[in-house]
């Protein structure tokens, strides 16, 4: 395989999973921001945290003077000058694709590109938060629906390993990201609060609440970071990419892969 369509596979998964959390996480604030009453401290704290989950906290600050919904919204979904908004990772999907176009399942290139003409058609203009929040949810479904083309139609070969090894690791950073966010608030949040917030917007909260219902002493912590079958903990991505990477040589570890595996 040549080293330009690995790289492009490791991004397409990187940036997917990317796109599909970050719908998730603007739509659960959304939602959060609508249904509950709450002060308006408390609300700027929670963008501020979204802002730096999703964005660049210190790019929006620039161009943003205060943390409203509609700027937030915009910020995250729409602005091309944030690298990690929708629109911007949609269109880095679309460029890698061409370079591993030969490789991909037609039906994987079809999908990205009605993602692509869904993002291009939504007008901003005079939209409804539900609007809005029926959008998110569109992107969402269309990105799970990629994901199960790959799992479908797609060989367990090298190529079919980069995109894994690309997926995986977006989602481990993106856990360890939301947990460090949240910690870093904690005096702001209450414990309650900071720890049912992290596993709402690692989309953890149904899972944990259905497996520790009844053992109300189970870390939030320990959940996210070395659960062993959560698939959003940290160590859960991990795991898998040390075996895709395994597997990828053979069963056999390499010497110019020795400083990889220590990391």
Not at 79 to 94: P, T
Not at 228 to 256: A, F, P
């Amino acid at each position: 395989m040549l080293s330009r369509v690995a790289d492009s596979l490791y991004w397409i998964g990187r940036y997917s999973e990317r796109i599909e959390t970050n719908a998730y996480i603007a739509a659960m604030q959304l939602e959060h921001t609508i249904e509950y009453n709450v002060n308006d401290e408390l609300k700027e704290l929670e963008w501020q945290s979204i802002i730096k989950i999703c964005g660049y906290f210190d790019e929006y600050k620039k161009l943003y003077p205060i943390y409203n919904v509609d700027d937030c919204i915009y910020y995250l979904l729409f602005d091309r000058s944030n690298l990690n908004s929708i629109e911007s990772l949609v269109e880095s999907v679309r460029f890698n694709m061409k370079n591993a176009r030969d490789i991909i399942p037609n039906m994987l290139w079809e999908t990205w590109h009605d993602i692509h003409l869904t993002v291009k058609s939504f007008s901003q203009n005079n939209v409804s938060m539900m609007e809005i929040s029926a959008f998110l949810n569109e992107i969402r479904l269309l990105c799970l629906t990629t994901t199960g083309i790959v799992e479908s139609l797609m060989t367990r070969d090298e190529s079919y390993m980069f995109l894994k090894i690309g997926k995986w690791l977006e989602r481990s950073e993106k856990t360890a990201l939301i947990t460090k966010i949240i910690l870093e608030q904690t005096k702001e949040y209450n414990s309650t609060f900071a720890s049912n917030y992290a596993l709402l917007l690692t989309n953890s909260l149904e899972d944990f609440n259905r497996r520790f219902r009844i053992d109300v002493t189970i870390d939030t912590l320990q959940y996210l970071l070395a659960d062993q079958k959560c698939t959003r903990s940290v160590y859960y991505g991990i795991k898998k990419i040390h075996g895709t990477i395994v597997e990828l040589q053979g069963g056999n570890y390499k010497t110019y892969t020795d400083e990889l595996f220590k990391s």
